[in-house]
């Protein structure tokens, strides 16, 4: 079965680059979007943006002048960079897997999260 | 963006109890609607997509409809492993969006 996995610092300074990276296992990760969800502390879930592993994106607009997305096939790996960063973007960081569709979309399975703090 | 109202926002319920959740999207999007289960701690795991249709070893007892507007998750006898927070999600526009939950508790 497929699997993901959430990897990168778990503190990141106010004004620099959160970068982060979800490892796929069990299955290709050709052919389908890959998402990113974040969560912060105690508060509900907000959609980062997706990727397809052509490279075809689509951002959240509140995120989209911070948010860069990549893939790595030859890796089985996506990514995610968040710059300029400041307190409020203090969360646990999922990845997700979505399907092949443009919007007949639904995550499974997720990753099982990772705290990013963003402080001094 | 497409604002997804849950209600409520909370509840409290027995074992054995029959559970409603309600979604409302603030413009139509068709059947274009999931629901998720979150526990402390966990990431959230797929009930439900497309209004209704139920995902792969999820329990019976666990069903959805509606569409348009309106979504409703019932859980028709609550068990002890049911208490969680559900969101629903819709991906009808970009950017998918959530409800902001409904904690189901003792």
């Known amino acids: 079965q497929v699997q993901l996995q959430e990897s990168g610092p778990g503190l990141v300074k106010p004004s620099e680059t959160l970068s982060l990276t979800c490892t796929v296992s069990g299955d290709s990760i050709s052919g389908y979007y890959w998402n990113w969800i974040r969560q912060p502390a105690g508060k509900g879930l907000e959609w980062i943006g997706r990727i397809y592993t052509s490279g075809y994106n689509n951002y959240n607009p509140s995120l989209k002048s911070r948010v860069t997305m990549s893939v790595d096939t030859s890796k089985n790996q996506f990514s995610l960079k968040l710059n300029s960063v400041s307190a409020a973007d203090t969360a646990v960081y999922f990845c997700?897997?979505?399907?092949?569709?443009?919007?007949?979309?639904?995550?499974?399975?997720w990753g099982q999260g990772i705290l990013v703090t963003v402080s001094s | 963006d497409i604002q997804m109202t849950q209600s409520p926002s909370s509840l409290s319920a027995s074992v054995g109890d029959r559970v409603t959740i309600t979604c409302r999207a603030s413009?139509?999007?068709?059947?274009?609607l999931n629901w998720y289960q979150q526990k402390p701690g966990r990431a959230p795991k797929l009930l439900i997509y497309l209004a209704s249709s139920l995902h792969s070893g999820v329990p019976s007892r666990f069903s959805g409809s509606g569409s348009g507007t309106d979504f409703t998750l019932t859980i028709s006898s609550l068990q002890s492993e049911d208490f969680a927070t559900y969101y629903c999600?819709?991906?009808?526009?970009?950017?998918?969006?959530f409800g902001q939950g409904t904690k189901v508790e003792v």
């Open positions: 999600q819709q991906t009808s526009n970009t950017p998918w969006t």
């Open positions: 997700a897997k979505g399907t092949y569709y443009e919007r007949l979309d639904w995550f499974d399975p």
């Open positions: 413009q139509s999007i068709s059947s274009y």
